[in-house]
């Protein structure tokens, strides 16, 4: 991978002597910005460009370059590419795009590129990208013209398009944020964003990582990169509303589209997803500082009415702005004559005009251990006061240094005032409260999700039984269906989880002892309705023999009225489970992600809630815990409203061994527990209906 970010020599295939091209662009780029290794072109002339030799074969090269960076048609490339494993080049970029469109025989061209980087054991970035570039190495391989490029960048950027990655190129230059290494990875034929996220982790220069993707090849590694990772990941991720291309057969698969899968992982994780550029440059910046560890900020504000707004947009992101301590007051008092203003959180700073006072309440504000960060409203003038303002800025950053906390700037002046100092200096400025309140915020999750991810402890080693798995599968393969319910419910046993208990009956007639107590519920089995009340398939609180019979029958003459009918597989009886919140535990298969975990609030209208959270399994308690406690109907389990405290730990149980069934059985593609109706604490749940499917 070194190859490609230090290359001691390239060689551009599609460079013309004659006229402007790609090719042409990327060595005088490179002339340009000072490369220090060899460059050479190849293209249908020989001669130079800007004294870069071009030849017409590559095995004219008079060495082995590190590296070949491709800008000829696509039809081209396999044929090139061949060459070059001749010549011994390891090393490919393939910036020319149209791929797909293209096939001969039974081969897609990008088979036949594969074919050559597997036979010549090459390394291959692309297709349909810019490459990579190297700032302080000053080696760059897109073409679009550049003159220079600026060192000193400590931020890895990894973007699927070109075309964005530039713009963020351009966008963060407006920040005075410089980037340090990037690479564009295209279609991702070969490497992709893992392989390139795993380059950065351990590249010393790079403290921080941003990506643009659209999609992911290898999730699971990018997973397990990311997790176990210190340097902050920031992903900007789109493509979200693409459906998954499977129609959903089970609730989990209608909970939890792809970019769902995405999210959760990034959660759990540690990897910061943002919405658009805006926002992760502000992510970016904000990560440069020392973290938000805590909810309480200290706010100092030259202006109330910006105090105001701080204090809204601190409510709505859960800081709390606790009172200031008695000794800061009274420091407060040697520092300035405070007559006017009051002493609270926030801080007006309103009548306050000496720069150096407020470097000195800001470090009394920043040595306070009440407080985890503090947010400053600076109002100005850019006329009167723009050169003492830069001069506070520096000082901030100082103090931001030495406490190791953050600070939080809003610098509210004019407009060309604001984008010249943010492009000049790349500590974060922020333009509104509102703004900078966010900033905080985006760091404070960072910091709880990184921590949860450090002490997510040990994954349970579960007894699970596997052979009762495959042989119901077996079964279900023969007989061409699949799971019924009391098989799905015996899967679930074989996790080790105690569904309530259940008799199968072939028909309806009711067995004259039935070792069930009263009262009862009355199931269809089918193996093509599995959800048994959209069918009229479920009577619930049936208190006799007599009654049992009667809701057999009425189940069996109405089931057989239907059109189409479903097939009557036999009836489960089931004890009646005592009342508790339904809830939802489900798993499936990403192509991308592997096994996901899910869990929600249950019952029939689970589609309409869609409270759900997702996690990667196999899940840990404490992330089984934090994803109950994120849902949206977390109160309900926690004893909202005079309820009972819920037993979140029995639900907990359920999640984790259900994520470790799916993760030891691969042949399960989906599983869905709905209802799982949670107890009061100590009393546990009740399982009462499931659904399987295996993999085909
Ligand atoms: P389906 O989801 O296929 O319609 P279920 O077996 O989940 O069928 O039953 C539907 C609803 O009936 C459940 O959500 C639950 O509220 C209730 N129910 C079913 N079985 C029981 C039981 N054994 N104890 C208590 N409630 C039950
Ligand atoms: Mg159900």
Do not use: W
């Amino acid at each position: 991978m070194e190859k490609f970010f230090t290359p001691r020599s390239m060689v551009v295939f599609g460079a013309s002597v004659t006229k402007m091209n790609l090719g042409q662009i990327v060595l005088i780029n490179n002339k340009h910005i000072g490369y220090p290794g060899e460059l050479y072109g190849v293209g249908s002339q020989e001669g130079n460009v800007s004294g870069v030799p071009v030849y017409t074969k590559v095995a004219d090269l008079p060495c082995v370059p590190d590296v070949a960076i491709f800008l000829t048609p696509a039809r081209t490339v396999p044929a090139l590419m061949e060459e070059c494993g001749q010549k011994g080049i390891t090393h490919v970029v393939i910036e020319s795009g149209g791929f797909s469109e293209y096939s001969h025989g039974h081969h897609s061209l990008e088979e036949d590129v594969l074919a050559i980087a597997r036979k010549y054991d090459m390394k291959v970035i692309g297709p349909n990208c810019v490459g990579v570039i190297n700032f302080d190495y000053k080696m760059m391989m897109p073409f679009a013209f550049a003159k220079e490029v600026p060192s000193g960048g400590v931020l890895g950027l990894i973007t699927q398009s070109g075309g964005v990655g530039s713009s963020y190129l351009q966008t963060f230059a407006g920040f005075g944020i410089t980037a340090g290494k990037f690479v564009s990875i295209g279609n991702k034929l070969l490497l992709d964003e893992a392989d390139f996220l795993e380059y950065l982790i351990q590249d010393p220069e790079t403290r921080c990582i941003a990506l643009y993707l659209e999609g992911f090849k290898r999730g699971r590694r990018f997973f397990d990169l990311a997790r176990s990772c210190d340097k902050p990941i920031i992903l900007q991720k789109s493509n979200r509303s693409k459906a998954s291309a499977k129609i959903a057969q089970s609730h989990t698969t209608a909970l939890s589209g792809d970019d769902a899968v995405v999210d959760g992982a990034m959660r759990q994780a540690g990897v910061i997803r943002v919405d658009d550029e805006m926002d992760l440059v502000s992510a970016v910046q904000v990560v440069g500082m020392p973290l938000m560890k805590g909810k309480r900020v200290a706010v100092l504000s030259r202006s109330g009415g910006h105090a105001v707004l701080t204090a809204d947009a601190c409510a709505k992101y859960g800081f709390e702005m606790t009172p200031f301590p008695p000794s800061f007051i009274e420091k407060l008092k040697t520092i300035y004559n405070t007559r006017v203003i009051a002493h609270q959180n926030p801080l007006d700073l309103g009548e306050i005009f000496d720069y150096t006072i407020f470097t000195d309440i800001l470090e009394e504000a920043l040595k306070l251990d009440e407080f985890d960060g503090v947010l400053f409203n600076h109002l100005y003038s850019a006329d009167f006061e723009g050169e003492m303002s830069r001069a506070f800025l520096t000082g901030v950053k100082e103090l931001v240094a030495r406490y190791e906390k953050p600070v939080s700037l809003a610098m509210i002046s004019e407009r060309e005032e604001i984008l010249d100092l943010q492009k000049k200096q790349p500590f974060p400025v922020f333009v509104s409260p509102l703004e900078a309140v966010e900033a905080l915020y985006v760091s404070r999750s960072y910091y709880e999700k990184k921590t949860a991810c450090q002490k997510r402890g040990r994954l349970e080693e579960y007894d699970l039984d596997l052979e009762t798995v495959l042989c119901i599968r077996a079964r279900c393969k023969k007989e061409k269906r699949i799971p019924l319910t009391d098989e799905a419910l015996a899967i679930c046993a074989a996790a080790g989880l105690q569904p309530v208990k259940s008799l199968p009956l072939k028909n309806e007639n009711v067995p004259s002892r039935i070792a069930l107590r009263y009262p009862l519920a009355a199931k269809l089995i089918s193996r093509n309705a599995s959800h048994k009340s959209d069918v009229g398939g479920v009577v619930v609180n049936i208190r006799s023999k007599k009654h049992l019979s009667e809701a057999l029958a009425g189940m069996k003459s109405k089931i057989r009225n239907l059109k189409p009918s479903p097939a009557i597989d036999g009836y489960l009886i089931q004890e009646m489970a005592p009342a508790g919140v339904e809830c939802f535990v489900g798993g499936r298969r990403d192509p991308a992600f592997g096994p996901v975990i899910v869990v929600g609030l249950g019952g029939i209208f689970i589609e309409i809630f869609k409270d759900t959270s997702i996690r990667l399994a196999p899940v840990t308690h404490s992330e089984a815990e934090a994803m109950i406690r994120e849902l949206k109907a977390y109160p309900l389990l926690a004893g909202a409203r005079g309820r009972d405290l819920a037993d979140c730990q029995a639900l907990q149980n359920v999640v984790c061994r259900i994520s470790a069934l799916l993760a030891a059985c691969p042949e399960i593609s989906e599983i869905d527990l709905n209802p799982v109706i949670v107890h009061p604490e100590g009393q546990g749940v009740s399982l009462v209906d499931a659904r399987v499917f295996f993999q085909k």
